[in-house]
């Protein structure tokens, strides 16, 4: 009887470990994303915007943000000039560049995206990263009076989630540790420009960086310095940056990241990533850094951010009007076109295939765990459902990954499927005894699956999505 109790005890004791490990490992994967007003669970993914480049002014048209939707972005950054919006040396406050951002935030909004600004110090004859810390003429106060102009104008915009603001700062020649430049300069920045802007915006999220290292003092490969004391502040985003092209630095760096995050009390929404393309890639198949290595290095990232549950910001959406010229390598480019226009058409399909990958966007519900798998399509989606809160979306991108149709399957009770032959939307193989197929609508125009009421509220579901029709009209007729 004792032996039979043991054991018992001993299967009891092996179910609570589980549960725990399992509910330990829901926690860590879900705390990432964002809620909306509504409190869906939402993985933000998008692009960086530029008004220019090296060749000058770069315009976009609601085709480019039909585009931007149909391979997955439901944000935009849009990276801002300094010396549009500031007295900085060289710099003056241009209303024809506000209009222009005005037009670039109308264009995501009527496209279903949020919008988040990035300042960049670009624009200006003569700024120093040395002189802006020290701050002796006030070079704060410029800067703080540069984004007032931004948080007055979208304080009441509903689709400006927020502001990314200071981006890549440097140390440069300042004979300082990066962790007292962290420490001593760049928290209580945060904590004043964050106050400033919680007086006019205080439902906005404020995007916050590290420290840009010099060239040749990465740490595993990662430019950017770590960040150890909290900034105490609500309504904070952690947005690294990750130009990583060593893919086995590419977890290690992402939990460091992770680490950041739980002392910052902050969400991660990665504000750039993925390593620069050099010229040669285009015609280059193999060898270093050739385009099964870029697709390699891509998707290794890609499943790393997914596995964590996180969202991302590509840079850039433009064509290849200019490249750059800082990397051993030779001339390379963050443009994801090959066409040498602004905007650009023609993808770089190894690059564009990954960033465009099928994702979970917005959820009535927690997101416990997601993962596309390349090899085999499956997009892999387990959630804890709850319908009072909306609404769902996850985008599919089946131009892209499932020219042969795709099926959808909930807890293998529930299932959809998709005829890209037949015109009619989502056709029912599998459903509930209280279901409603019809609260499931395929958006062509998005690349969307839009789910107006889960079929079992309130429950744990595993929604997978398949290609083909696993045989499902042969099964019908």
């Given at each position: 009887?004792?032996?039979?109790?043991?054991?018992?005890?001993?299967?009891?004791?092996?179910?609570?470990?589980?549960?725990?490990?399992?509910?330990?490992?829901?926690?860590?994967?879900?705390?990432?994303?964002?809620?909306?007003?509504?409190?869906?669970?939402?993985?933000?993914?998008?692009?960086?915007?530029?008004?220019?480049?090296?060749?000058?002014?770069?315009?976009?048209?609601?085709?480019?943000?039909?585009?931007?939707?149909?391979?997955?972005?439901?944000?935009?950054?849009?990276?801002?000039?300094?010396?549009?919006?500031?007295?900085?040396?060289?710099?003056?406050?241009?209303?024809?560049?506000?209009?222009?951002?005005?037009?670039?935030?109308?264009?995501?909004?009527?496209?279903?995206?949020?919008?988040?600004?990035?300042?960049?110090?670009?624009?200006?004859?003569?700024?120093?990263?040395?002189?802006?810390?020290?701050?002796?003429?006030?070079?704060?106060?410029?800067?703080?009076?540069?984004?007032?102009?931004?948080?007055?104008?979208?304080?009441?915009?509903?689709?400006?989630?927020?502001?990314?603001?200071?981006?890549?700062?440097?140390?440069?020649?300042?004979?300082?540790?990066?962790?007292?430049?962290?420490?001593?300069?760049?928290?209580?920045?945060?904590?004043?420009?964050?106050?400033?802007?919680h007086k006019i915006n205080p439902d906005k999220k404020i995007l916050l960086q590290s420290i840009f290292m010099n060239k040749g003092e990465g740490i595993d490969n990662n430019q950017y310095a770590e960040i150890t004391a909290p900034v105490n502040r609500?309504?904070?985003?952690?947005?690294?940056?990750?130009?990583?092209?060593?893919?086995?630095?590419?977890?290690?760096?992402?939990?460091?990241?992770?680490?950041?995050?739980?002392?910052?009390?902050?969400?991660?929404?990665?504000?750039?990533?993925?390593?620069?393309?050099?010229?040669?890639?285009?015609?280059?198949?193999?060898?270093?850094?050739?385009?099964?290595?870029?697709?390699?290095?891509?998707?290794?990232?890609?499943?790393?951010?997914?596995?964590?549950?996180?969202?991302?910001?590509?840079?850039?959406?433009?064509?290849?009007?200019?490249?750059?010229?800082?990397?051993?390598?030779?001339?390379?480019?963050?443009?994801?076109?090959?066409?040498?226009?602004?905007?650009?058409?023609?993808?770089?399909?190894?690059?564009?295939?990954?960033?465009?990958?099928?994702?979970?966007?917005?959820?009535?519900?927690?997101?416990?765990?997601?993962?596309?798998?390349?090899?085999?399509?499956?997009?892999?989606?387990?959630?804890?459902?709850?319908?009072?809160?909306?609404?769902?979306?996850?985008?599919?991108?089946?131009?892209?990954?499932?020219?042969?149709?795709?099926?959808?399957?909930?807890?293998?009770?529930?299932?959809?499927?998709?005829?890209?032959?037949?015109?009619?939307?989502?056709?029912?193989?599998?459903?509930?005894?209280?279901?409603?197929?019809?609260?499931?609508?395929?958006?062509?125009?998005?690349?969307?699956?839009?789910?107006?009421?889960?079929?079992?509220?309130?429950?744990?579901?595993?929604?997978?999505?398949?290609?083909?029709?696993?045989?499902?009209?042969?099964?019908?007729?």
């Amino acid at each position: 009887m004792k032996n039979k109790f043991q054991a018992i005890s001993n299967k009891k004791i092996v179910g609570l470990l589980a549960l725990l490990l399992t509910s330990m490992t829901a926690i860590s994967q879900i705390k990432h994303g964002l809620r909306d007003i509504s409190g869906r669970h939402v993985i933000t993914r998008g692009f960086v915007i530029n008004t220019n480049d090296h060749k000058g002014e770069v315009f976009f048209d609601s085709d480019d943000y039909k585009r931007m939707v149909r391979m997955g972005a439901n944000a935009q950054v849009i990276r801002l000039e300094l010396g549009k919006l500031s007295s900085f040396p060289g710099g003056s406050l241009d209303q024809t560049y506000l209009k222009k951002l005005d037009s670039l935030v109308s264009l995501g909004r009527n496209s279903g995206m949020k919008t988040v600004f990035k300042l960049t110090v670009y624009g200006v004859t003569k700024f120093s990263w040395e002189e802006f810390w020290t701050n002796k003429k006030n070079e704060h106060q410029t800067y703080i009076k540069a984004w007032k102009v931004i948080w007055k104008r979208y304080a009441n915009d509903t689709s400006v989630l927020g502001y990314d603001i200071v981006n890549e700062p440097r140390k440069l020649t300042m004979n300082i540790s990066y962790e007292d430049l962290t420490n001593t300069y760049l928290i209580p920045l945060y904590q004043k420009i964050i106050d400033e802007s919680h007086k006019i915006n205080p439902d906005k999220k404020i995007l916050l960086q590290s420290i840009f290292m010099n060239k040749g003092e990465g740490i595993d490969n990662n430019q950017y310095a770590e960040i150890t004391a909290p900034v105490n502040r609500k309504n904070i985003i952690f947005a690294p940056h990750i130009y990583q092209n060593k893919i086995d630095f590419i977890k290690p760096v992402m939990d460091r990241f992770d680490r950041e995050s739980d002392m910052l009390e902050a969400p991660i929404l990665v504000g750039e990533w993925g390593f620069p393309t050099f010229a040669t890639t285009d015609t280059l198949t193999s060898g270093r850094l050739g385009q099964l290595e870029y697709r390699e290095l891509y998707i290794k990232t890609a499943e790393v951010f997914d596995r964590m549950g996180i969202g991302s910001i590509k840079a850039w959406f433009l064509g290849n009007r200019s490249m750059q010229y800082f990397l051993s390598g030779g001339p390379s480019t963050w443009a994801i076109f090959s066409d040498k226009t602004d905007a650009g058409t023609v993808e770089r399909k190894y690059i564009t295939d990954i960033i465009s990958r099928p994702f979970p966007q917005v959820i009535a519900g927690d997101i416990q765990s997601f993962l596309y798998n390349f090899a085999t399509r499956t997009l892999n989606l387990n959630i804890k459902s709850n319908n009072s809160k909306g609404a769902s979306k996850i985008f599919i991108g089946a131009d892209r990954h499932y020219p042969d149709g795709f099926s959808i399957i909930i807890n293998d009770d529930f299932i959809l499927y998709h005829n890209p032959l037949k015109n009619i939307g989502l056709e029912v193989y599998k459903s509930y005894e209280n279901g409603n197929p019809s609260d499931f609508i395929w958006d062509d125009y998005s690349q969307q699956l839009v789910v107006l009421k889960w079929p079992v509220d309130n429950s744990m579901l595993n929604i997978k999505i398949v290609p083909g029709l696993r045989n499902f009209e042969l099964v019908k007729k």
